[in-house]
């Protein structure tokens, strides 16, 4: 079993849609979760992070983690063509594995106008 | 203009053969690292480096080597001994190992590179 599973898609919504993003975790040690954008053919980018249990919002995009079902969400709403993307979850435990970052198998999401 | 360079964009690599991809930093972050990412597979850590002349192995070390000499520079070679190197290798910088925070891991552009 891997340590971050997440379902790779593809996902496709019409523009204006509430997009659901999901990941499942195994190891409780993980206390920091993250997720990143990733255009094709780039680098991956920050889009959010949070370490608690609950939701943290930042404009159309919300996170949601539930510690204690290990699975963490990312909500897009009024989705837009340019949030089309694959969208990687990435998780961290606390204690000497500062810095590593486990990460799931992405999720390939495309808006249509 | 702060950031992470990665060059080249492509590279190819012959049977038997050694290639290097540069990675260099101006944020001045003390940490580094690298993956590998494979269609389907996410990214998966090949080295990280959380201080000058310090690295270690991640989850997929063989075939690969690296050096930190400089704080702003951590290439990382691709051996001979890797056999299935095709793939998007991306290098990552973070302040001081912790990835948490706002100023948490920053990736470079990529390199691609193909096995002739």
Redesign the interface.
């Known amino acids: 079993q891997k340590e971050?599973e997440?379902d790779?898609g593809p996902l496709s919504v019409p523009e204006g849609a509430i997009v659901s993003l999901n990941c499942t975790y195994s190891n409780s040690a993980f206390q920091?979760f993250?997720w990143?954008r990733q255009y094709s053919?780039?680098?991956?980018?920050?889009l959010m992070?949070t370490?608690s249990s609950g939701n943290k919002e930042d404009g159309r995009f919300t996170a949601q983690v539930d510690k204690s079902s290990k699975y963490i969400s990312l909500f897009i709403r009024d989705s837009q063509p340019s949030d089309s993307a694959t969208y990687?979850c990435?998780i961290?435990a606390g204690g000497t594995s500062?810095?590593?970052?486990t990460?799931?198998?992405?999720t390939i999401l495309t808006v249509h106008p | 203009d702060g950031g992470?360079t990665q060059s080249p964009k492509y590279l190819f690599r012959k049977e038997g053969q050694n290639v290097t991809l540069s990675c260099e930093q101006n944020l001045n972050h003390d940490?580094m690292?690298w993956?590998r990412q494979d269609p389907?597979?996410?990214?998966?850590?090949i080295y990280?480096s959380?201080i000058v002349n310090d690295f270690q192995k991640?989850d997929i070390a063989e075939g690969y080597s690296v050096s930190r000499e400089k704080k702003e520079s951590f290439p990382l070679t691709v051996t001979s001994a890797q056999k299935n190197p095709t793939a998007?290798y991306?290098c990552?910088s973070?302040p001081w190992?912790?990835?948490?925070s706002q100023e948490?891991?920053?990736?470079?552009?990529?390199t691609?590179l193909l096995v002739l």
Request: hydrophobic fraction near 35%; glycine fraction near 18%; proline fraction near 6%.
């Open positions: 971050v997440q790779p920091y993250m990143y053919r780039k680098g991956p980018e920050l992070y370490y990687l990435a961290q500062y810095g590593k970052l990460f799931g198998q992405g | 992470i940490a690292y993956y389907g597979q996410g990214l998966r850590l990280y959380q991640g998007f991306l990552a973070s190992g912790l990835a948490v948490t891991q920053y990736f470079g552009p990529g691609r």
